[in-house]
């Protein structure tokens, strides 16, 4: 209430101050005509105004303030990949029945160009996996999401995250699959159904963890390529990933 009073004091103020000047202006020239045409001519362009402040620049500067954001928190995505994503990447590609479709389709190169990594997101998003789900490699992923939970917990503490919707959507993704192994004792002797559930939220998390790595690919070969130099020689989408410099 106190907010509302005082925007109604300061819109008076204006107001009075706008009508003090309107008054100086006529004792002095005596020229309504002219205060009129001006005053017409000021409310005509106020709707302009309006649009251009209110909608245009403003929105260009959010996107710029946006933008400049997502920067900073390609450091948080980068720390992910490297703690977390480009082992899981690994780890769920071995489900996959055709992981060398997408070694193939996703081996990025120096050469690439922003057309490049486009196709591949559009690629990833649209993936389907067709995943071997038995119950050794499922234990196995089981422990590492569970030694990982805390570090990923950790992410999603950071509230500039829920700008960054896609890498949020990943995480959501892979602790879901997560929870899914968690809530389940024994991954052996699994019936059919529960096999092919697990089988989709695999697919999903891979679809998700890719298609945010690609991004962050790119992002690092516009912006670091001292650092994309790395990640093009370990990441796991390829056949023999190494740092060695070859």
Known sequence: MKRYIFLAVIAAVFLVISGLAYLCHYLIFRDTHHIFIYMVGDLAFLPLEVLLVGLIIDRLLHRREKQALLRKLNIVVGAFFSEVGNQLMAELLKHSERGAEVRQRLRVTNQWTWRDF????????????????????????????????????ALMENPNLLEHEGFTDMLLAVFHLDEELKARQLLEGLPESDVK??????????????????????????????????????????????????
């Open 118 to 153: 486009r196709s591949a997101r559009a690629f990833a998003r649209t993936f389907k996996a067709q995943c071997r789900v038995d119950a050794t490699a499922l234990e196995s992923l089981k422990a590492f999401l569970g030694l990982k939970r805390p570090f990923m917990l």
């Open 197 to 246: 559930h697990i089988a989709g939220d695999i697919e999903r998390a891979f679809s998700h963890v890719v298609t945010e790595w690609l991004a962050y690919a790119e992002h690092l070969k516009s912006e670091y390529p001292f650092l994309f130099s790395l990640v093009l020689r370990t990441h796991p989408l390829q056949n023999n990933p190494t740092p060695v410099v070859g």
